[in-house]
Structures are given as C-alpha cells and as structure tokens.
C-alpha cells in the first residue's frame, strides 16, 4: 500500500486539490495548501527533498513578485475598475445606439458594438457583464426586444472582454506558457472579432427573418440637430475608442511593453473620467478598493499556484500524466488537443479563468509542446500561442454555458424584475453555439490565429 502510495502521490495530489475545491475552500489556500501537505508527504515518503520547500519561495519571489509582465494586471484591473465608475460607458451606449438605429436590430447591434470596444479597456468579464446588465438590458426590454435575445446579446458582449486584448487572462496565459505578451494578444485580436462578427450576423439574421423580437428606433430617436449629434458623438465615441487605440496600439506597433501601455490606459481611464465630471475623491477610493480586491486574489491564487506546479512536478507529476492519459488511449497530438479543450470547457462551469490557467497550463502545457502541429501550422514556433488563444476562446464558452457557467449568475444577479434563470439559459444557446463554431474554425483554420503574430514577426 505505502509503495502504491508512494508511485501515486502526484496523481492523488491532484485529484485531492479539486476534492478540496468542490468542498467549497477558497482555491489559493487549497492550492497552496496543498503543495505544502505533499511536499511533506513526500519527505516522509523519501521522494520529495525537504529543501525543496526554500525552492517554493524562491520561485514565488522570482516567478511572480518579480516579473515585469505580471506588474501589467494590476494596473488593467485599476484601468477597468475607474472605466466602469466613469459613466463612460452609459455615453457610448447612446452614440452607438444613434448611429446604429437604421441598422436592423440596432440596439442589439450598438450594444454588440459597444461590448466589443468595451472588451479592451476594461478587460475583465464579470464588470463588464454587470456593466452591460445595468445600461443596456433595461433599455432593450424597455424597447420591446425579445427577452432571450437581448439577454443573450448582453452577456455574450460582455464576455467578449476575456478575449480581445489587452485581456487580464493573456497576459497571465503569456507568462504560463513562455510566449510573447505581443504575440498572444495579436493572436486572440482576430479570434475576438470574428466571435464578435458572428454574433452580428445572427442578431441582425434574427431582425431581418423575425422583426417582431427587433423592434425599431422610432425616427425621431436621438439628437434633432447636427450640433447634438456631433457633440453625442464626441462624447460617447472619441474617449474610449481613442484609450483603446492608444493602449492596443502602442503594443502592436512596438513603442510599448504590456506593462507600459498598462500605465498609459490608467492615465487614460483617469481623464475620461474627469471629461464626464465623474473625476472625484469619492470615485478613485471606490476604485482602488475594489481594484486591490481583484489583484489581491489574482496573486494570492497565482503564489498558491506555484507551490503546488513545483511540488506536483517534483513527485514526477508529468510523467504521471503523461502515462495516466496513454492508460485511456489519449496519445496522438489531436486526441490530446481535444482531451485538453474539453476538460478546460468543462473546468469553466465551476471555476473562474485565474484558476483554470493556474491548474492546467502548467502542467498540459509542457506535454503538448512534446508533440509536432508543424503539419497543421507550418512550423511549431506558434504552437504555444495557438494553444493560448484556443484556451482563451473556450473559456468565453464555458463562461457562459448553463446550468454553471459565470455570466449566468452575473446577469441573474443585475437583471431587472421579471427576468427568470430559464429565460438567461434560453437566452445563452445560439450565442454558446456561434462561439463553438469560432473555436472550431480557429482549431481548422490555425491562420485565424497566427496570421497577425506572423505578420509581426513574432513568432520567428
């Protein structure tokens, strides 16, 4: 039993750290908790050398309090959280919404626009879910729109901040696999508006064969002179669409590091604030505060994270895998990939993306990278990326898959009166289906994804 025990503890380790998280334990002490129960599991078992644990505190210091990209979260996360205090968004709405109102499905449209421009500034799922619940949704019912569509409208805009760089989620996926910030955030650019393009085209399919679920913007909708609609549009456009070029910009053209642009969209996000007078005491306390709880549990998940890759990976955890997997019959490149995306779709029912990325990456990651895609990507130098975006893409879907996904409980929780839990999941299929279509055909058609990172030459 105890030599059983012995060949199995990095096995057992895992299977005890998700135990330990469907018991309802905050991930970061579990994870860390966890690494530090087996690696003195391991000492008194002669496979673990006590030293070790110093090594656990070593990485934790170089891996993550020193590292330069990861200095980046926190301030896209102050970024997001002023953004959404700003009434920015509110003012953005309407100019979409007048500008849009002659496009079939406009509302549906100019809030689909309004989340994609949206998904780069403020970069993290659940505020911008919540931000879109409590402007646009009242709006849309208020108008006549069929329920399940502009609830659907609504969170699968909102997610799509997940994606679209600079996402929180690729700087910290850049960091776990060992590719370029850069690269990965050109790769999910194209990913991101081609799910946005997809849920275009259905809304406006859906207006065009069932106007009834549409209903139109009566035409004296919105500003009566041209010095109202130039000023509606100066207000709600030029601000945001202006940070996000700045910020995606000066990363894609090279002038800037994530780190860097990450500074220049606070600085940003603070005048936009002070444009719309919402520049105040009261405001940048409310945002720091709730900025410092994002970042405190984003780290404190990644140092836990790191002490239980090393103990895992010490007790000979990949190998492990590795031959658990070749046991089910998991062992050419595509049985793995597809082994992969669906243990990380079905992860995102009860685990938010922080915890998913901490879990597997660092540990599928390196057995994926053993096998040669160069048949299906040219060359195997953007494997990591591909595999990056491809995650990120699946992780939108699982956010909003029912009965668990995240942005269900986000929208139930904002929704106004009168909005069921069955109306939200009706509402989730077709869009949970676009986005399964855009994962397959970024898997089928790998160019999707590594077409811009090529073009830089960052892939080389």
């Not at 070593?58 to 993550?64: K, N, T």
Request: glycine share 10%; charged share 10%; net charge negative.
């Amino acid at each position: 039993m105890i030599d059983w025990i012995t060949d199995y503890l990095a096995l057992i380790m895992f299977v005890a750290m998700f135990f330990m998280i469907f018991c309802g334990y905050p991930v970061a002490f579990v994870m860390g908790g966890m690494g530090l129960t087996f690696g003195l599991l391991g000492w008194m078992l002669d496979v673990f050398p006590i030293v070790g644990m110093s090594n656990v505190l070593l990485r934790m210091w170089g891996g993550v309090a020193l590292d330069q990209v990861l200095v980046s979260v926190p301030m896209f996360i102050l970024m997001g959280s002023i953004l959404e205090r700003s009434g920015s968004a509110a003012s953005m709405l309407r100019a979409t919404e007048i500008l849009l109102r002659r496009t079939p499905g406009g509302l549906a449209v100019s809030v689909m626009v309004m989340g994609t421009i949206l998904a780069a500034p403020i970069g993290v799922v659940g505020a911008a879910v919540v931000l879109l619940s409590l402007i646009a949704l009242p709006q849309m019912l208020a108008s006549g729109y069929d329920k399940q569509l502009a609830i659907g409208t609504v969170a699968s805009a909102g997610t799509l901040g997940i994606l679209i760089p600079p996402a929180i989620m690729l700087v910290v996926m850049a960091e776990m696999l060992n590719a370029n910030a850069g690269a990965l955030f050109l790769s999910a650019t194209m990913p991101g508006l081609l799910l946005s393009g997809l849920y275009l085209i259905y809304i406006i399919a859906v207006a065009i064969l069932q106007p009834h679920k549409t209903p139109k913007l009566p035409d004296n909708h919105g500003p009566q002179t041209n010095a109202e609609f130039w000023s509606t549009m100066w207000r709600g456009l030029f601000p945001m669409t202006f940070l996000m070029v700045i910020v995606m910009g000066s990363i894609f053209a090279g002038w800037a590091t994530a780190t860097e642009s990450a500074g220049v969209g606070v600085l940003g996000s603070f005048i936009i604030a002070w444009l719309n007078n919402q520049l105040n005491l009261r405001m940048v306390n409310d945002a720091i505060r709730s900025a410092c709880r994002a970042n405190g549990m984003v780290f404190l998940i990644y140092l836990g994270a790191t002490g239980f890759s090393y103990v895992f990976r010490t007790l000979g955890g990949d190998d492990l895998m590795i031959s658990t997997l070749y046991y089910f019959g998991i062992d050419t490149k595509w049985e793995m990939l597809t082994f992969l995306m669906i243990l990380i779709f079905l992860l995102g029912f009860p685990f938010e993306w922080i915890e998913i990325c901490l879990i597997v990456l660092p540990i599928f990651a390196p057995i994926l990278m053993k096998y040669d895609f160069s048949d299906h990507l040219g060359d195997n130098s953007g494997l990591m990326v591909w595999f990056g975006t491809l995650v990120a893409v699946n992780l939108q879907t699982a956010f909003m898959t029912p009965p668990f996904g995240a942005t269900l409980f986000y929208m139930k929780g904002t929704a106004p009166p009168g909005i069921t839990m069955s109306d939200i999941y009706r509402g989730m299929y077709p869009f949970v289906t676009l986005q399964v279509v855009g994962l397959l055909l970024c898997i089928a058609f790998p160019e999707i994804v590594l077409w811009l990172p090529r073009a830089a030459g960052l892939l080389d």
